[in-house]
């Protein structure tokens, strides 16, 4: 098989769009950043050949890989869709990034301190950096509702958690948390670190009414919701008292960095057990991935508010890795399916069937073995 050559692959990608960071500092980023990481968190990679590793292309559909990584050279290329490039043009495409954030988010990740031409920092609230802002805002409310969760108010949360019998070491492995009740708790306490205010209506985790904004979560448990790199982009909040007139769950509304049609709550826990078991199990909630996971079942994901639909179809079979490659071969020659197995579960009444109905329709879309256990 033919090799893309580095100009081919790196042409469309990294000409004249630089930016404002300096250019060593893009070659450092490029430098350190591992591509073969980098992509394995989104696609699984297994070795093909020397000094190659292929697996299904994130960038169009396919059921035998035809997407390989070149770890020493740093690049991707794809012989179905004839796309390619370097780590920084990958992290674009599949994250939906301009250049200049793709540079930040791979900056964070390898610890290279960038400088910019214009000579400052990265302005907040500007328009580079503001995806990794929106991370940082996500952190910063993760611990603020952590450390909530400690706290007298949050008794009605605690004992919720105890009654499904998940401890304390249970919360905090899942970064379980507690918003409190009022309306500007962590709204002041970002605004504290510096956060702006159209960087808060950007992060989703306030709304705005008619007298500004607002928390957005108030009195609920809350589930960071990570992607499959483990940031947090999100979060799941459910309804503790009876007087709480909103809906019994409460999720993060669309952003620039949280797509409900393709977070799964677990994704980032779950996806090394899906790529090395082959199989993932589908359950209904935030609940359910932790009791899973606390089991012992390593492979348990569920989607945020959602039915399982053709984005979250796509993610896991890149990380089942279904292909018609030498290694799944010996496993079909010697009995074992071939691909992986996707089992879901869901509640015996009657709005559990229905889902797991739609989910049954999407699963035309695996090769995998699935099975729907209602
Ligand atoms: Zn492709």
Known sequence: MSTPSRSRACEPYTQGVAGLIRREDIAAVRERARIEEIVGAHVTLRQAGVGSMKGLCPFHDERTPSFHVRPQLGLWHCFGCDEGGDVISFVQRIDGLTFTEAVEYLAGRTGVQLRYEDGGPTRP???????????????????????????????????????????EEAAAGFGVGFAPAGWDNLLRHLRGRGFTEPELIASGLVSRGNRGIYDRFRGRLVWPIRDVTGDTIGFGARRLSDDDQGPKYLNTPETQIYKKSSVLYGIDLAKRAIAKEKRVVVVEGYTDVMAAHLSGVGTAIATCGTAFGPDHVRIVRRLLGESGDAAAGLMFASGVTRGGEVIFTFDGDEAGQKAALRAFGEDQKFASQTFVAV
């Open 125 to 167: 609230g500007g328009e580079h950096g503001r995806r990794q802002r929106l991370i940082d805002a996500h952190r910063v409310a993760e611990e603020f509702f952590r450390e909530q969760l400690l706290t007298p108010p949050a008794q009605i949360a605690r004992r919720f958690l105890a009654e499904r019998s998940f401890d």
